[in-house]
């Protein structure tokens, strides 16, 4: 009887195993993947989205087979815009829920807390946003800008006489690292330029800072001392209030030009942009790029907040860190298939030299030394429908330097 029972019983696996589904027990059917996104707090407003991408890359490439036969099973976790409670989460997801690696953070403050995390339990996190560089670490790959991959061209541009010959400028940024490290290494450059100090003015504001009335007001008396332009590194959903100020004090880009590198298309949603016409963000990617890669990446986007009933479904974009998540799940991918493992050294190993036809319009490669991508800069202004008319690009993709020339000390460390 019992050895009856034992043979019914292989009998159920067999067939189960047959119909390609097994209890967890029997097998793992899955690759766990992790998200690791701010999808309340200050930072919702930036991070949500790339959530939302990266679940439609997951879905797509489900769709097509999954990774090495098998499905990816996302584990979302909301770490609040809490910078503690990222390495929480990023331990829950390692230690706990063993995902194979980690898609996520956005402010620097938040990779910073997670990066022992990931040191100590030999974790992989791809990370999608432009941040100040003076950082490589094994575990991470970076897929959005180094400095001299956004901040350093955007100044250069603003210098030039297409962007205004601007002589005088306002570092204003949110108080944390990346504001801080980026100006740092600005006005290091903007010296090597001839731009004395007492032709930079540099703010700061807090996570969440809504008041901008008196910043914006001095900001205009700067102004009267010569040609100014404003670089602004500030970070969330700060960038409304200090957006309609502008428009409130009647600052237009004629008169004061301010290039954002943490606002697109997504941070627009939120603002009435025809004030704003003529103000600049710095990218490697806009939605208004023209070229047939891009023109399916936006129509699968918009497919899926339609399906998915994401809020404001009719009137989604796309944008530079979207972009990276989705080429940082991709370019994961393939280098899975080559080392044909998940193992974190192995796919490290692999990551190098993984190239990707991007929606930018290039094709991107993974650095064989430095964890970053080779990317195209573009220059965008802003235009009365919350889109980006591209005023400036390179010819190609750019090789990163994760460590900035401008800080003293650090120039050995350029190519390491």
Do not use: C
Not at 31 to 43: A, D, E, N, P, R
Not at 91 to 102: G, H, T
């Amino acid at each position: 009887m019992k050895r009856r029972l034992v043979l019914k019983q292989l009998s159920v696996v067999s067939l189960l195993a047959l119909s390609g589904w097994m209890p967890q027990a029997y097998a793992a059917q899955t690759i766990k993947v992790g998200i690791l996104h701010s999808l309340s707090g200050t930072m919702a407003i930036s991070e949500t989205s790339l959530k939302d991408v990266a679940l439609m890359t997951i879905d797509e490439i489900n769709a097509n087979g999954g990774v090495l036969g098998k499905q990816l099973e996302a584990v979302v976790v909301d770490p609040a815009s809490n910078w503690p409670l990222f390495a929480e989460k990023a331990r829950q997801l390692l230690a706990q829920d063993k995902v194979s690696v980690v898609f996520g953070a956005w402010t620097s403050v938040s990779r910073k807390s997670v990066l022992p995390v990931f040191k100590e339990l030999n974790g992989l996190l791809f990370y999608p946003v432009q941040y100040e560089g003076e950082e490589l670490e094994r575990n991470v790959f970076y897929t959005g800008a180094a400095p001299n991959q956004q901040a350093i061209p955007a100044v250069e541009y603003l210098m030039s006489e297409d962007g205004g010959g601007a002589k005088r400028f306002v570092l204003l940024g949110t108080d944390y690292v990346y504001p801080r490290t980026t100006n740092k290494i600005l006005r290091a450059f903007l010296h090597s330029k001839g731009v004395k100090d007492s032709d930079i003015d540099e703010v700061y504001t807090p996570f969440g800072h809504a008041d901008y009335q008196t910043i914006v007001a001095n900001i205009k008396q700067f102004s009267a001392g010569g040609k100014t332009a404003v670089v602004s590194t500030i970070n969330g959903d700060s960038n409304v209030p200090f957006y309609k100020e502008l428009g409130n004090a009647g600052l237009k880009a004629t008169d004061v030009p301010v290039v954002a590198f943490s606002v697109g298309e997504e941070e627009l949603r939120g603002v009435d942009t025809k004030p704003l016409v003529g103000h600049l963000a710095a990218w490697n990617y806009f939605q208004s790029i023209k070229n047939p890669i891009n023109a399916d990446f936006i129509e699968k986007w918009k497919a899926y907040a339609k399906a998915k009933n994401l809020p404001n479904a009719a009137t989604v974009v796309t944008n530079d860190p979207m972009e990276a998540t989705y080429i940082g799940i991709h370019m994961w991918k393939q280098a899975v298939e080559q080392a044909k493992s998940t193992d974190v050294d192995k796919v490290i190993d692999a990551m190098g030299g993984q190239t990707f036809e991007a929606p930018n319009g290039f094709t991107v490669k993974m650095d064989q030394t430095n964890h970053h991508l080779h990317k195209p800069v573009y220059i965008g202004e802003i235009n009365g429908n919350g889109q980006f008319n591209i005023v400036w690009k390179t010819q190609g993709p750019i090789r990163a330097q994760p460590w900035s020339p401008f800080i003293a000390g650090n120039e050995s460390k350029q190519d390491k």
